[in-house]
T-cell receptor, first 117, second 113 residues
């Protein structure tokens, strides 16, 4: 199994809503990532979890709250978002990374396309 | 710090070759190459590590000049399936115990019949 699965594929939310994005991998990878991608732009790193501990937070606003319940799951909790947060949110995993280790090959999920009204 | 990619876009006919370049002002530990088709996730193509180790697809080659912090991706005998946006990612030591991978703006490659 070489897949990273993200749900939901599409999400529309208002600025006062609370929602979550979910990501799952069963490749035994110990590093998981959240990236944000706007149209025709490269993916931008938001968070890195290494061995279930947050190792990198790229100064992301607190309205985005990551969570890594176990080595296979990664969540991104969303609250009080702004319209400019509308984007494709990509989850990725790698065998190792963060905490002093090279990133290695990234496996990306298909993404969750978020629209904030 | 974001690497610089060139060209921004390239149009080929099937069977032609292309080179995409990536450069960084920082000392790099690795260079990654990914391809993203419209509406899809980025897909790994190649990783080049400091010291010469490489891992990637058989039909795609790349080089990494560690002294110049530059990498090039070579696409030979292009096929229609090569179309997409190519991103280079450069990994550098960012302090503490962390390495960061940052993507360039991308090169849009279009292969026509």
């Amino acid at each position: 199994d070489t897949e990273v699965t993200q749900t939901p594929k599409h999400l529309v939310m208002g600025m006062t809503n609370k929602k979550s994005l979910k990501c799952e991998q069963h490749m035994g990878h110990r590093a998981m990532y959240w990236y944000k991608q706007k149209a025709k732009k490269p993916p931008e790193l938001m968070f890195v979890y290494s061995y279930e501990k947050l190792s990198i937070n790229e100064s992301v606003p607190s309205r985005f709250s990551p969570e890594c319940p176990n080595s296979s799951l990664l969540n991104l909790h969303l609250h009080a978002l702004q319209p400019e947060d509308s984007a494709l949110y990509l989850c990725a995993s790698s065998q190792d990374g963060g905490r002093g280790r090279f990133t290695g090959e990234l496996f990306f999920g298909e993404g969750s396309r978020l629209t904030v009204l | 710090q974001q690497p610089v990619q060139s060209p921004q876009a390239v149009i080929l006919r099937e069977g032609e070759d292309a080179v995409i370049n990536c450069s960084s002002s920082k000392a790099l530990y690795s260079v990654h190459w990914y391809r993203q088709k419209h509406g899809e996730a980025p897909v790994f193509l190649m990783i080049l590590l400091k010291g010469g180790e490489q891992k990637g697809h058989e039909k795609i080659s790349a080089s990494f000049n560690e002294k110049k912090q530059q990498s090039s991706l070579y696409l030979t005998a292009s096929q229609l399936s090569y179309s997409g946006t190519y991103f280079c990612g450069t990994e550098y030591y960012s302090g503490g115990s962390n390495y960061k991978l940052t993507f360039g703006k991308g090169t849009l490659l279009t292969v026509n019949p």
